[in-house]
């Protein structure tokens, strides 16, 4: 719930107060001596209240009602208005000792909102608001206080008017009255906020920035004159509110506690709602997850819009342009959301630095990673990062949905970006290396990333150009403990099949073809065969077919040399990454077997055709800046309040 669809108000108080009147006062808006003792529940439509609410106005009568029925009408009441007559002593004093007490309890825990409501001002010269604010004080469930006239209809629309704004636009949840201050969940919201609307990561926000935010949450012409007001209000009433002409967070807090000292608690909650929150200052599930259908045989990606967006993320909290992001950064990075998307260790899926810190390439992957295996949590962080408010559009519009998988394998070739290997293989053949190294790590950090986890399901991550073409490709470790064990269903459900053995261990190849005949022969699936540890001597496979036979038999690639080191021979310095470009190519191109082919032929001009497309790399749209104008209506709220 974002905001009530509805506003219940019940009237309660002594006898003779007037609630029954009061009521047939707002809705003839004319005096009548002659009242019932009980008003008819009245419904007042939506167009005609303040904030657009359709509003039910409930009358008590202890003549007609039990105090069970009271108690139960308190409790479906979304107010209440506590009734005293000014004339009448006794009637206020009951107030503190009955009629809050009551709705206090009958509320059981429940912040239900209190209005007190001083009736028959007309036969008084003086006032009870002294009295009231000290009520106020111990009672803090009291949003506000009227004096008013059901005969003389003073104050009578303002007083249902505080009252449907204390429903919508609470001001418990934002404010503290005693320390005179935000609370600390409000703070936390504001800075959140705050942080998003900092296009720039400088820790302040400029008159551009003021003015995106202020267009966003209010979808208002921006007024020239009144941003240099505000930073004048700001000078005058704190010491470090503005700074190079900018607004610091200190400043904007305390705008918006400005706001609430004046009534206007309407604007800090147009402002929090617009970023997803609900009346407990909690981001709501319905906002951060659109839904964003993914048939079945489809996947999703980001697209561009998505891509872009987290690209100039980390470029604006890349503070030293190294182009990773340290510790802090990446603190820094995701300070609005409650946690990271990822855990803390994952350099063992993506690419690092040598400091072991998050490159953009990596971050990138990851990316990627989770929007195919987990787009709700995609979505969900899209949404607390402020997607929909920078780009100004539902972060569904972030996401990709590919065609299906059998329209790809029907037309030999996919257009997607991120694709999913399969690495099955026995113990020790080698794959942990094989897929630690897809990130370009060297042996020893391979090694010992494989021994942490050496019963977790692996999953690395990196970019391969494919025909000059960025493809994302994921590579999944499927441990197998014997030839025996049966693989699930979801171990065969990949986009390339990348089958490894030990080219040094001559039982290894029989358990990769054991697979293959079970699993994958005559699925439409690309299958390559790796023969690992390619700089030790091959030793001959105790099986009917040698691997070269096996895969030529098969209509397979012939087996792919991998070695993880340097072979003694002194080539390869680096260990070699044309075999997760095959499986990509693999995966692009499934059921195509020239293209592999055309691969291995055409080496050099894959080459040229990377360098070609290099200052393609991750989409350069130019971020849309609004106009510059000034900043409308938060700010004309505010001086309207200035000049009272
Ligand atoms: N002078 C003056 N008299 C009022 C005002 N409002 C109500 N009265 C009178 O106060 C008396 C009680 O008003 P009701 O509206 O019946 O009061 P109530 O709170 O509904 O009383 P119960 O139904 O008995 O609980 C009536 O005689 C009204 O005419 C007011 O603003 N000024
Ligand atoms: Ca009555
Ligand atoms: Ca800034």
């Known amino acids: 719930m974002v905001m009530r669809k509805s506003v219940r108000i019940l009237l309660v108080g002594d006898r003779n107060v007037g609630k029954t009147s009061l009521i047939l006062s707002l809705v003839s808006e004319e005096f009548n001596e002659d009242v019932p003792p009980k008003a008819e529940e009245i419904t007042i439509p939506a167009d005609v209240t303040p904030e657009q609410v359709p509003t039910h ?15 139960d009408e308190i409790q479906r009441a979304h107010v209440v208005c506590v009734v005293y007559s000014v004339d009448d002593e006794d009637s206020l004093d009951h107030v503190t000792t009955h009629w809050l007490p009551l709705v206090r309890s009958s509320a059981q825990g429940s912040s239900l909102p209190v209005i007190l409501v001083g009736n028959k001002v007309d036969l008084v010269d003086y006032s009870t608001i002294d009295m009231v604010m000290s009520i106020m004080e111990d009672y803090p469930e009291i949003e506000s206080c009227v004096e008013c006239s059901a005969r003389t209809l003073k104050n009578i629309s303002e007083m249902f008017y505080y009252a449907q704004k204390a429903v919508l636009h ?36 400029s008159d551009n920035e003021l003015n995106v935010f202020q267009k966003r949450c209010f979808n208002a012409p921006l007024q020239p004159q009144v941003l240099e007001d505000v930073k004048a209000v700001l000078s005058k009433n704190i010491s470090d509110g503005v700074h190079t002409n900018s607004i610091t967070l200190r400043g904007f807090l305390f705008l918006h506690c400005l706001f609430i000292q004046r009534g206007r608690n309407e604007t800090v909650w147009t402002v929090l709602r617009k970023f997803g929150y609900n009346d407990s200052l909690r981001v709501t599930k319905d906002y951060l997850i659109p839904s964003v259908r993914v048939p079945h045989g489809c996947t999703s990606e980001l697209n561009h819009r998505g891509q872009h967006f ?32 990822w855990r803390s260790d994952f350099g063992r899926t993506v690419a690092t630095n040598s400091r072991g810190w998050m490159t953009l390439q990596g971050f990138m992957s990851y990316w990627s990673l989770i929007t195919l295996m987990d787009l709700p949590l995609t979505l969900e962080h899209l949404g607390y990062l402020g997607y929909n408010i920078i780009e100004n559009e539902s972060h569904a519009n972030a996401i990709h949905v590919t065609r299906e998988k059998s329209l790809d394998l029907a037309k030999k070739q996919s257009s997607r970006n991120v694709y999913q290997c399969h ?60 030839v025996a064990d049966p693989l699930l269903t979801e171990d065969t459900q990949c986009d390339v099949v990348c089958l490894v053995y030990d080219s040094n261990h001559p039982k290894s190849f029989e358990y990769v073809a054991e697979i293959y005949l079970r699993y994958f022969q005559g699925s439409k699936l690309p299958v390559l065969v790796v023969a690992s540890k390619g700089d030790l001597t091959p030793v001959r496979q105790d099986y009917i077919l040698q691997p070269d036979e096996f895969c030529s038999r098969h209509k397979l690639a012939p087996p792919h040399s991998f070695s993880a080191v340097p072979s003694p021979t002194g080539t390869p310095q680096q260990p070699d990454r044309d075999v997760y470009v095959k499986l990509a190519t693999m995966a692009v191109f499934p059921r195509f077997q020239a293209a592999w082919v055309l691969f291995y032929r055409h080496r050099h001009l894959r080459q040229l055709t990377i360098m070609a497309s290099d200052k393609e790399l991750w989409w350069r749209a130019g971020l849309g800046v609004a106009a510059l104008t000034a900043i409308g209506f938060l700010i004309s709220r505010l001086f309207r309040g200035e000049h009272r």
């Open 170 to 205: 609470p001001t418990g949840p934002l404010y503290v009255l005693e320390s005179q201050d935000l609370t600390d969940e409000c703070k936390k919201a504001l800075t959140r906020i705050f942080k998003i609307c900092d296009l720039d990561n400088d820790g302040l926000l």
């Open 310 to 341: 987290l690209q100039k993320l980390f470029e604006r909290h890349d503070k030293d342009h190294d182009g990773a992001l340290s510790t802090s950064e990446m603190n820094s990075l995701f300070m609005p959301c409650p946690t990271p998307p």
């Open 423 to 482: 690495v099955i293989g026995q113990q020790k053949s080698g794959k942990s290396t094989f897929c630690g190294l897809h990130l370009g790590h060297t042996l020893d950090i391979t090694a010992k990333h494989a021994k942490r986890d050496a019963n977790a399901a692996r999953l690395t991550v990196n970019s391969v150009q494919v025909y000059g073409q960025e493809k994302q490709l994921i590579l999944r470790e499927i441990e197998v403990k014997s």
């Open 57 to 71: 106005i409930v009358d008590f009568s202890a003549v007609e009602q039990s105090e069970d029925q009271l108690v």
